[in-house]
Every structure is written in C-alpha cells, then in structure tokens.
C-alpha cells in the first residue's frame, strides 16, 4: 500500500546534514542543491570525496571532516545518512528520531520518514516521482522520460497563464473554471 504523501519543501530555509562524504552522499547533495541551490547543508564524513568538495565550493556546504556524533544534529532539520556502514547508519537514524528531526536513511526503507524521489524541473514546474522506495532506479528513468517529454519552454506557458489568471476579476471558483477550462487542451488526446 502506498501512503507516501508527496510535498514540497523551502529548503532553502531548512538545515540538512549529510552524514557521509562517498557518492551517495554526492548524488544526494547534487539532487537537493540541483532542485534548491541556495539550501544549506554541512557534510560530516571521515573522507570526502572530491567531487562532493567540487560541489560544496559552489553552494553553501559546509564541509567537516570527521566521525559522526549527536551534536552534529542540533540546529538541523533534516538528515540524510549515506554510509556505507550500516551501524552507524542505525546510530544516525536513532538520534534524529529522538530528536524528532526527519531523517533518509540511503538504500534502507525502513529507516527513512522521507524519500528523495525523482525530480523533474522544467522551469517553475516541478514533478516528483517516488516508488515508495522499492526501486529508486525506475524513479530515476521515469524522471529521465519526463524531462525529455517536457519541452524547454515549458516556464513560458506556465509563465503566461500566471499573467492572465492574475487579470482575472472573478471569485475563487469562477477563476478555476476558467483556468480550467483554458487548461483542458494540455490533456485532450490526437484520437
């Protein structure tokens, strides 16, 4: 059964700490920075690759080369654990629970209160795609076929109806109607 209930997130006003500096921790951080360049995020790992420093020289990453411990939770918001131990992992999923902090734990289902889908970004249009964590790999696919579907252009329509719906001088409801109603071609099939 899936209950998984898609939101989007400011993050850009959220603190997340990555637990981890392998590729993991690279395709995490890339994805979220990708969606949200100005979030702010630390990285806590004994080693930390260089393409995770790359990154981290350009957005604002703090970077702390070291073993994990509690006190890397305060202040944070969100955790993502990305080692490839899995200890330390559990460890990292027990304290940001008791902490009430959400946490994603890489490749462990059962220790995530979040999943970091597939993200679709044209513009102002954002699609999230999730699989309720069974497989990752077609969340990845699928957000590959929908960035192709999707033309480049896709910010100019949503672009426009935004000025027009902003002109309309009618109630709530009589303005989705008619955003309806203008919108209904985006679905109708050549059959």
């Known amino acids: 059964m899936n209950t998984l209930y898609p939101i989007f997130l400011k993050t850009e006003q959220l603190d997340f700490l990555i637990v981890g500096g392998g590729n993991v921790a690279y395709e995490k951080l890339f994805f979220i920075l990708k969606s949200s360049p100005q979030t702010k995020a630390t990285v806590v ?43 330390v992992n559990r460890q990292v999923y027990e304290d940001a629970r008791a902490k009430q902090l959400l946490v994603n734990v890489a490749d462990t289902p059962e220790l995530c209160d979040l999943y970091l889908g597939g993200i679709v ?19 990845k696919r699928l957000r590959q076929l929908f960035e192709n579907i999707f033309p480049e252009d896709m910010d100019k329509l949503l672009q426009n109806l935004h000025r027009y719906r902003s002109t309309l001088k009618l109630s709530f ?17 050549d059959d």
């Open 45 to 87: 790992a004994p080693f930390i690759r260089e393409e995770v420093r790359a990154l981290a020289n350009n957005y604002a990453v703090e970077l702390v080369e070291g073993i994990y411990n509690p006190d890397y939770l305060k202040g944070r918001h969100i955790v993502i654990a990305t080692t490839d131990n899995p200890a």
């Open 121 to 139: 970004t044209k513009g102002n249009l954002k699609i999230a795609i999730s699989t309720n964590g069974k497989s990752p790999t077609v969340a």
């Open 173 to 189: 409801e009589q303005k989705v109607d008619r955003m309806n109603a203008l919108t209904q071609e985006l679905i109708k099939s």
